[in-house]
């Protein structure tokens, strides 16, 4: 007691270890986001490995490894079968990879390696189908699965990034971002579900310019493939 005035005695006051990779919560834990970045990312890699190891033990089981023994199943009457895995598989990747810019443009390759260079027009037509669908699914997935539910899936920056260009640029970057596959444009297809675009516009220019876009790249794929396939075993 001083001058007539009483002093409480201090609160103790909760002190967190929080370093420039963390954040303070209202509970007093610290979220290292260092630690929850590493966990989305691998969350989809491990999509990833297990579907491939799904796929490595189907493939093997049909004698699928090699490009004689795909030859050899479509030759036999199985064509249809090799071309839904195909497809089932870009789409797969398209998805657990769509943080990865280049991802899909480095798989249509994968189609000329299989199927060889002669079935030029079936692959395209495969990646066009491939790549379509895995849009279809990002987009739905975006506009249903909700912000929250995608950040957690793909991280903050991945997705606020895209949805920045859109907010920037508007619709008139779609045409650009899905004819360069150098660019993410699988995470351009969530975020377009994730913001205020209509299904209609979206579905238009991805089915326009990333067909075209495709084309243009397995072109450029069948004059490389011959010189690199045989570098690599096929």
């Known amino acids: 007691m001083a001058n007539g005035s009483l002093t409480h005695p201090a ?11 963390g954040r303070g919560r209202p509970d007093g834990k ?23 190891v799904t796929f ?35 789409v797969i990747q398209a998805c657990c990879l769509c943080m990865i810019p280049g991802s899909t443009a480095l798989f249509c390759a994968v189609g000329l390696l299989i199927f060889g260079t ?10 066009v189908i491939g790549a379509w669908l895995a849009s279809q699914a990002l987009f739905f997935i975006g506009r249903h699965g909700g912000r929250r539910f995608v950040r957690l899936l793909f991280g903050e920056n991945a997705l606020d990034k895209q ?21 993410p444009d ?31 790249l397995t072109t450029v794929y ?4 011959p010189i690199v396939g045989p570098m690599i075993g096929f």
């Open 186 to 216: 699988d995470l351009m297809s969530l975020a377009c579900g994730a913001s205020k675009i209509d299904y209609k516009t979206f579905t238009i220019m991805h089915t326009v310019f990333r067909s075209i876009g495709i084309t243009l």
């Open 11 to 21: 609160r103790p006051v909760a002190v967190t270890r929080a370093g420039c990779s």
């Open 56 to 90: 490595y033990f189907i493939f093997s089981y049909l004698g699928l490894l090699s490009p004689e023994g795909v030859r050899s199943f479509v030759e036999s009457g199985g064509g249809y079968y090799i071309y839904i895995l195909y497809v089932s598989l870009f």
């Open 163 to 183: 949805l920045n260009v859109l907010a920037e640029k508007g619709t008139k970057i779609l045409p650009v971002w899905f004819l360069l596959l150098i660019l």
């Open 118 to 127: 002669e079935n030029f027009w079936t692959v395209v037509i495969l990646n």
């Open 30 to 52: 610290v979220i290292d986001l260092k630690t929850n970045g590493a966990i989305r990312l691998l969350i989809p890699l491990a999509m990833v490995a297990a579907v491939s």
């Open 222 to 225: 069948f004059f490389v493939v």
